[in-house]
Structure formats: C-alpha cells, structure tokens
C-alpha cells in the first residue's frame, strides 16, 4: 500500500461527458502529480501540483483540469470526453518533488463509449 | 526518436537467470526513477538514482550520467519478478518516461 488514495477505481461514461477523478496523497507529501498511461502513448506527465500551488505542466489538453486543495487532496477534471480519453489515470505523490520518492496510486481506469 | 528508450521492449527468463534491462536518454536529468508495474495497473517504485549504484534485495540499479544510461539489473529472477519494468528520468520537474519492458520469468 502506497498511501495514495485514488477514487473511483473504475469509471464508464459517455462522449461528451465531464468526470471527476480523485487523490488523497500520502500522508506528508506536498507534492501531487497526474498522469496517463494508454495503449498507444504509454505513460505521460499531466500536471503537478506542489502546496496547492501548480507546479509543473506536461501534456494537459485544455479539456481537462486539475487543483489541488488546502487539505492537499487533488482532483483531475476531464471534461467533453472523447474516445481517445479513454485511459488509467493515476495520482502520485512525493514530498517535495521528483527528486524524491515518488508514490503511486493503484490508478482510476477510465473507459469513454 | 523518444528521449528515454529502454530495451529490450520483452524479456522472458527461467528462474534463477541474472536479468538486465536498460534505458538510454537524451536529455538533461536530475535524477531516474525505475519502476516496477504489475499486471494489475499498480505501479511501484524501486529505485531513485542521480549517481552510481543502488541494490536492494534481489534489484541493482546503476547509472551513468556521462553515458547516459542506466541499467536495472534482477539476480537470481523468480516468476513473482515478472511485470513491466518502466525507466523515467526527471527533466526539470517532469517525469519522461520510458515504453517499458515486459518481464516474463517462468519457473
């Protein structure tokens, strides 16, 4: 167990459509990051997050969203969803940043139809 | 051409073989991460390196800045070692990360 919390597990929705995936880092950590791994393009860095504040932006399409709250929970929003979202999402985390350890959440799979 | 490339993409081993696997990158670090994905999704990691040599248990992970490369090593392999084996270097911040290598170890 990482002590990264990521919910839900399993996520169906249609095109079109807006969800919300969530993150509770592990206990301490500061730092908390989103990235997405599909068949085709493997995994790829979204966004950090460090104190609340945005840290570092990757591969972000303009559809999706991110913020990380006072209590350090994150949360990605993913809206007007289109097939190719289809994908896992996981929440990391670390202390500072990605000259730390970083921890993996088991991931939210998400399946557009 | 990827900036981090790991090879080979599939490996499969008896148990008990020594394994190597390797990632090569094309940018400036500040550190590599290699990771152990299992077949259910979840990812952990194994080792963070910016220098040298690390071990722990069964698992060496050394890296050469100069090179730029790196290489996880598994000793005496057994078939709870097999997963994906992910290479990620730390580029200003931001993780890149490697395709990944397969590892099958069959008894």
């Known amino acids: 167990d990482s002590g990264v919390t990521q919910t839900p597990k399993h996520l169906i929705t249609a095109t079109g459509q807006r969800v919300t995936l969530r993150c509770s880092p592990r206990s301490g950590d500061l730092s908390v990051y989103w990235y997405q791994q599909s068949l085709d393009q493997g995994l790829q860095f979204l966004i950090q997050y460090y104190n609340g504040e945005e840290r570092a932006k990757g591969n972000i399409l303009e559809r999706f969203s991110a913020q990380q709250f006072p209590d350090l929970h994150s949360e990605l929003n993913l809206s007007s969803l289109e097939l190719g979202d289809s994908a896992l999402y996981f929440c990391a985390s670390s202390f500072w940043g990605t000259g730390n350890t970083i921890y993996f959440g088991e991931g939210s799979w998400l399946t557009v139809v | 051409k990827n900036e981090v490339e790991q090879s080979p993409q599939n490996l499969t081993a008896q148990e008990g073989e020594f394994i190597t696997i390797n990632c090569s990158y094309s940018?400036?670090?500040?550190?590599l991460h290699w990771l152990q994905q299992h077949p259910g999704g979840g990812i952990v990691s194994l080792f963070m390196l910016s220098s040298g040599k690390k071990k722990h248990g069964r698992l060496i992970a050394t890296i050469n800045i100069q090179e730029k490369h790196s290489s996880l090593h598994i000793t005496a392999s057994h078939p709870r070692d097999s997963a994906v084996y992910i290479c990620?270097?730390?580029?200003?911040?931001?993780?890149?990360f490697g395709t990944g290598t397969r590892l099958q170890v069959f008894p």
């Open positions: 940018v400036g670090i500040s550190a």
């Open positions: 990620a270097v730390d580029n200003t911040d931001k993780l890149i």
